[in-house]
């Protein structure tokens, strides 16, 4: 069943009481990666593995997710900066515990390339905050695999 979690803006990746951030150097230049992040969604279920539908919704000011295991996201972009921003938080899930969620992907110029940085910041119940630094190695694996992955895939695209 979804449930509507609270409706918080950018300055709860900050105040969340659960903050994961991971980081990774890649060879595309901020542009492209970018683009991928925040202007090719449906195209996300080729570069995350836990993604199985990406959609945006409302002319790309929201987002449809489903994950493997068949959670569900609905989601609002609270800011798409080209070559250094997207952030989204949801709005809806089915996932249990959650109660107010937002993801950041920043990007910065890394030599040639870019440094991608993912703040996962989340509050709920305390089973699932307490699962979330549980899941911590996992997420941030996740994020590792699916960030080569978009490298490998935009590196093949300029080619």
Excluded: C
Aim: charged share 25%; proline share 6%.
């Amino acid at each position: 069943m979804a449930r509507q979690l609270r409706p918080v803006g950018l300055d709860f990746l900050q105040a969340a009481p659960v903050r994961l951030v991971f980081a990774r150097a890649v060879s595309a230049p901020p542009e492209a990666v970018f683009r991928a992040l925040a202007e090719d969604v449906a195209g996300w279920p080729e570069w995350f593995s836990a993604v199985t539908l990406a959609r945006p919704t409302e002319d790309g000011k929201g987002r449809q997710i489903r994950l493997k295991g068949g959670t569900r996201f609905q989601e609002t972009v609270l800011a798409a900066e080209p070559a250094e921003v997207y952030a989204y938080r949801v709005d809806e899930t089915n996932a249990p515990g959650v109660r107010a969620l937002v993801e950041e992907w920043r990007l910065t110029p890394h030599g040639t390339g870019t440094r991608v940085q993912w703040t996962f910041a989340a509050d709920g119940t305390a089973a699932f905050r307490f699962a979330l630094k549980l899941g911590r190695p996992g997420l941030g694996r996740a994020f590792r695999d699916a960030v080569t992955k978009l490298d490998r895939r935009l590196a093949s695209a300029r080619t």
